[in-house]
């Protein structure tokens, strides 16, 4: 299995990057994906096929997948279908090239975020990314604020105070 890591921090103060699993079959699609987002401020890793996708997030947790439709092995369709059997609701971008020709089954469709048509443009693939980003990140961004009121509340600080400031 081909692997590839890229980690750059947006800032010198922020903790938290996202994690993209870019899946594709084609070596320089991985690679030009990996360098577009890691200008971005991703971090990046990859997978082959949805087999190796599946093998990476059974280990590892990303923030987004980043999927191609049409692979060998285990295509992104059947691999959005075994994320969810498992209970996985990680964020799906899919790129496709073949939706004219044969659209996306009814279940695997629902269970998209974003579906980007080939040819996909550099700047529609980032905008479908940021669009699966943001449920999450305000999901993220309460439980950050939780995690800090209670530990505010355990150290005998006013939690209202901390709220306000």
Not at 5 to 30: G, H, K, M, Q
Not at 55 to 69: G, I, K, S
Not at 124 to 140: D, G, K, M, Q, T
Request: aromatic fraction near 4%; hydrophobic fraction near 45%.
């Amino acid at each position: 299995m081909t692997y590839s890591t890229i980690s750059i921090p947006i800032s010198a103060d922020d903790s938290w990057r996202p994690r993209l699993l870019v899946v594709n079959e084609d070596p320089l699609t991985r690679e030009l994906h990996t360098l577009v987002f890691y200008l971005e401020g991703y971090d990046v890793e990859t997978a082959c096929d949805g087999a190796a996708a599946l093998e990476r997030l059974a280990v590892e947790e990303f923030d987004v997948v980043v999927t191609d439709r049409a692979m060998p092995n285990l295509d992104g369709a059947s691999m959005v279908l075994a994320l969810r059997s498992a209970g996985s609701k990680i964020p799906i971008v899919m790129v496709s090239g073949s939706l004219s020709e044969a659209p996306l089954p009814g279940l695997v469709a629902c269970e998209i975020s974003v579906v980007v048509p080939k040819p996909a443009r550099t700047k529609e693939i980032l905008s479908a990314v940021a669009h699966a980003l943001r449920a999450p990140a305000a999901h993220r961004e309460d439980l950050e604020v939780t995690r800090q009121s209670q530990a505010r509340k355990e150290s005998g600080q006013n939690v209202v105070e901390f709220l306000e400031t």
